[in-house]
């Protein structure tokens, strides 16, 4: 496939000058900043209100900015941050066991196997903790240690316990933190709060100089089915991740890639977007009429060890039923993980964890009936700790377990396999979060930044409430400052008139299409295609073929789709059809950019380029970049645009966990 690639001019990123552990503080010394009384002049839309869009607009209104803050859920605090389980990270070494924020910014950019923007990550790291002392404050119950001082837990990639949580209900916790600073703020009446509004498109506006710039969104009113716009000086995108396009996914349901398929028809790159992580622990998949996937958090591989029977005939007879898991004895178990990994063990990396799993049941010792799970085993640690110590820790997970596959975790071991669970590329984002778009900002999961090809874990809530409390506040001033002079937008606009025709044309098609099948039918199918294809192992020819499927997709959905009722009310087949036609384009784009990746790098495993034990191979002289990708036209292939990698602060490696 002919692609037109260029290379970025590294002054686009936007990283300040002076030393890595300079930069942010002499960023924040020398940005613009915006007066008070400037500050109620300027209107900032935020689309989102997860962790990432609720912690930046409660902080933008504290602020005194003009909030606008869309969510498609009917309260902000159901977005889908509230999922999260296994905790948050960060540098605040109250184990005294090494951590520090250069090992924190060490392990994230190992950990996302040297495919993330250094400065980008060292400030992630930096600001970890101010974080957790900002959560505190707001009354997030993390879980204590007797004495009082907060607890800590470790996850995969890291030999320090620097994972701060609440039992398994983190996201939820620091949700409701977050979501009481946001409602403060729209008692006081600088954040407006639209729920169960779905933005479908962004609108730009030319300045007087012809630069385009955000200046509004068109969104539906889910409820009435209403077409609604609105103006704002600045647009921030806080929308999550796409892992949905597989169908099934760890992802809440409602969980798209809409709102970044809209900016990058605007004009945003789309990053990296074939790097997603598939989480090794989660639920196997159980049949055919099933929609969603149940995570067992990462945490559990704190106590839990991972292993499969050492001989073949035991895997068969578990496959059939035939013995349980403890029938097997201790010698003829296979902690696979410790035995590859001696120095990390149960606690390597997600991508590492998931494909060793992947191996195991490949050759046949999956120990369920479908042959494609792994035992997840507390015993060991009921006895060293005691049955009370594991129920405090994880009880709330154990009862989910049982909840859903009606086993007791305390006597058998979990099964587990790996699934889709976040996406490490999205919107294209510079050092200041703003996208090549001007005055259009990404943030949380939503942006691509600082995770690489891997995240580690424990780090996207760190991410989201870094970018939300103490990066945009900061970044955006630097964009509104000049943009003081300029007065309010009408939503009369040209620009807005034309993006709401495109929109309803685009609406009107879609229901006229009155054919056979329904929209998850057609979603199931394209999840097939991402799975088998763009899923845990990829190869050129699997690739070439999953871009044939998709263009097939996206035929049989313009054919055969089935869209009930009408579009002015309450239509939730419409909805999903909207977004199922953004998922079928990220498809497309996964595929293409995993099929330009020729290397493997983290969560991006190409079965061409691995080593002898089958661990990833990089190709650092031919793929140390961001692979931006530049939408060009429908049905185009859009153009590459690479960001090259250098790193100065640290040296690039083979990623080892074994020693
Ligand atoms: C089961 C599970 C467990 C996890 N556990 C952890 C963990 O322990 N630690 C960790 O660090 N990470 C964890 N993660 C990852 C983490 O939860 C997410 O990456 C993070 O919460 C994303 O936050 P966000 O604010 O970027 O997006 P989200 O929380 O997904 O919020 C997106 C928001 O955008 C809104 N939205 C979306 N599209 C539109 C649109 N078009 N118009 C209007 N609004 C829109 C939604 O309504 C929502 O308000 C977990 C993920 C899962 C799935």
């Known amino acids: 496939m002919d692609i037109k690639s260029t290379i970025l001019d590294p002054a686009l990123s936007r990283i300040p000058e002076g030393d890595l552990a300079d930069k942010w503080t002499n960023y924040k010394a020398h940005q613009k900043l915006v007066n008070p009384s400037n500050k109620r002049r300027l209107d900032i839309i935020i689309v989102g209100s997860g962790l990432a869009g609720a912690s930046a607009a409660a902080t933008l209104g504290e602020m005194g900015f003009n909030v606008k803050c869309f969510c498609i859920q009917d309260s902000a605090r159901r977005a889908h941050s509230i999922a999260a389980q296994g905790g948050i990270n960060a540098a605040k070494n109250y184990q ?30 930096e600001v970890s903790n101010n974080i957790i002392d900002q959560c505190v404050a707001a009354g997030v119950p993390f879980a204590r240690e007797y004495g009082g001082t907060l607890a800590n837990r470790s996850f995969g990639g890291a030999q320090v316990s620097r994972t701060f949580y609440a039992k398994g209900q983190t996201g939820q916790q620091l949700l409701l933190g977050c979501y009481s600073a946001l409602m403060r703020q729209v008692n006081k009446g600088t954040v407006k709060m639209y729920t169960r509004h779905e933005m479908l498109d962004v609108v730009l506006v030319k300045d007087e100089q012809g630069v385009e710039r955000a200046r509004g969104i ?48 605007k004009g945003a790159w789309f990053a990296n977007p074939c790097y997603a992580q598939i989480h090794p622990t989660c639920i196997p998949v159980h049949g055919e009429i099933q929609s969603k996937l149940t995570l067992m958090s990462e945490s559990l591989r704190n106590d839990g060890r991972i292993w499969v029977p050492k001989k073949l005939e035991d895997a068969k007879k578990l496959q059939k039923g035939e013995i349980k898991p403890t029938d097997i004895a201790e010698e003829d178990r296979d902690y696979y993980l410790e035995r590859r990994y001696p120095a990390f063990g149960n606690l390597v990396p997600r991508d590492v964890a998931s494909r060793a799993a992947k191996e195991r049941c490949d050759k046949g010792f999956g120990v369920n009936a479908t042959g494609l799970a792994v035992f997840l085993d507390f015993s060991d640690a009921i006895k060293r700790l005691g049955k009370d110590v594991v129920a405090d820790k994880y009880g709330n997970l154990f009862q989910m377990y049982q909840k859903i596959t009606d086993q007791n975790p305390y006597e058998t071991p979990m099964m587990i396999y790996p699934a ?41 809530l760190m991410q989201g409430l870094a970018d939300g409390y103490f990066v945009l506040p900061y970044t955006i001033q630097n964009y509104l400052a000049d943009q003081i002079q300029v007065p309010r937008f009408s939503t009369d606009l040209p620009e807005f008139e034309e993006a709401e025709k495109a929109l309803k044309s685009k609406i009107d098609r879609i229901m006229k299409v009155q054919g056979s099948r329904t929209v998850d039918s057609i979603h199931k199918e394209l999840g ?17 073929e999953a871009l044939t499927l998709l263009k097939g997709i996206r035929e049989t959905f313009w054919k055969e789709v089935y869209v009930p009722g009408t579009a002015d009310t309450l239509n939730v087949e419409l909805d999903k059809a909207l977004r199922l036609l953004d998922f079928i384009e990220i498809g497309e784009l996964m595929a293409l950019d995993a099929l330009n990746r020729e290397e493997s790098c983290g969560g991006h495993f190409r079965e061409e380029h691995q080593t002898q034990e089958g661990e990833a191979l990089r190709h650092d002289d031919d793929y140390s970049y961001v692979s931006c ?3 060009t036209g429908e049905n185009q292939t859009p153009d590459l645009l690479k960001e090259e990698l250098n790193y100065k602060y640290i040296k690039v490696q083979t990623r080892n966990y074994k020693n």
């Open 96 to 125: 005294n066991d090494g951590d520090s924020i250069y090992r924190l910014f060490y392990d994230t950019i190992k950990g996302g196997d040297y495919r993330a923007r250094e400065a980008n990550v060292y400030r992630l790291a």
């Open 528 to 544: 097939h295609i991402m799975w088998e294809h763009v899923g845990m192992g990829r190869t050129k020819e699997g690739l070439t």
């Open 629 to 631: 990708w530049k939408y």
């Open 420 to 460: 889709i669970h976040y996406t490490m590329g999205g919107i294209w984002v510079d050092y200041e979060l703003q996208t090549s778009v001007k005055g259009l900002f990404a943030i949380g999961e939503a942006n691509f930044s600082d995770h690489g090809a891997n995240r580690l874990g424990a780090s996207a």
């Open 218 to 265: 068109i969104v539906r009113d889910f409820v009435t089915g209403k077409i609604e716009r609105y103006a704002a000086h600045a647009v921030v995108i806080g929308t999550g991740g796409y892992g949905n396009a597989y169908f099934l996914s760890t992802n809440a349901m409602s969980c798209n890639g809409s709102a970044a398929i809209q900016c990058y028809h």
